[in-house]
């Protein structure tokens, strides 16, 4: 398998405009995070789905941000409009629900940096 | 609430030295304890994790981590470090089965000096 992919890997924006992050995590998995890091806050939880469904989004900052996954196999995070503070590093991650539902360890994506200037 | 406290941000050690990264965890209920390593411009990948068998867990290129109830710790260690250990580590807690409350700790930069 590929692993996760997400795209674009650098995105550089101004202030006010959307952003679109993509993902896409590994066929099977039935769980997708998206997390933010930041030399600040470090790694957080933004919002998570469980066969496409979103169960919690409380990480969520502001109603600026969004996420979707119309399908088991691709995911969006949307900023809209973006502002400075939230350049950071995007991550998605998928894992699986295995044996007496204990999930399989995260795999992450490489991750989207993001600037807004 | 679970937590985990990753002491030093930043560790430096000799190439072929001893590596030791600390975490002490904090969990109301018996735990479940991972350490993940992020190289550059990369997302985080497994190195080891402890689910309540062995308390000695080995993971992957040569490091293993013990976890120890009575000091609430999970400290990562490595007998002989190498220059592609070089890396950020990240110790994570969680109580459940689940990954949706994994909790990581802020991280400890591995430095190697050639």
């Known amino acids: 398998d590929a692993g996760v992919i997400q795209s674009p890997r650098h995105e550089v924006t101004e202030m006010g405009q959307e952003v679109t992050l993509r993902c896409k995590p590994i066929s099977g998995h039935d769980y997708l995070f998206w997390y933010r890091q930041t030399m600040m806050r470090g790694l957080e939880l933004l919002i998570y789905f469980n066969n496409n469904v979103p169960i919690d989004d409380s990480g969520m900052p502001e109603d600026r941000f969004s996420a979707k996954m119309p399908n088991a196999s691709f995911s969006t995070l949307k900023i809209q409009p973006s502002e400075p503070r939230d350049s950071a590093v995007y991550f998605c991650?998928?894992?699986?629900?295995?044996?007496?539902?204990?999930?399989?360890?995260?795999?992450f994506g490489n991750g989207t940096r993001l600037t807004v200037t | 609430a679970q937590s985990v406290t990753q002491l030093g941000s930043h560790v430096s050690v000799s190439e072929g030295a001893l590596v030791l990264l600390r975490c002490n965890y904090s969990s109301s209920v018996p735990p479940y304890l991972f350490w993940y390593v992020q190289y550059p411009n990369q997302g985080l990948q497994l190195l080891l994790k402890?689910?309540?068998?062995?308390?000695l867990v080995k993971g992957i290129n040569g490091f293993e981590a013990e976890f120890k109830k009575s000091e609430t710790s999970f400290h990562l260690t490595k007998p002989s470090a190498h220059m592609s250990d070089a890396a950020e580590y990240f110790c994570?807690?969680?109580?459940?089965?689940?990954?949706?409350?994994?909790?990581f700790g802020t991280g400890t930069r591995l430095t190697i000096i050639p």
């Open positions: 402890y689910t309540s068998a062995a308390t």
């Open positions: 991650a998928s894992s699986l629900v295995g044996e007496r539902g204990i999930n399989s360890p995260l795999h």
């Open positions: 994570a807690v969680t109580e459940g089965f689940g990954n949706e409350k994994l909790t």
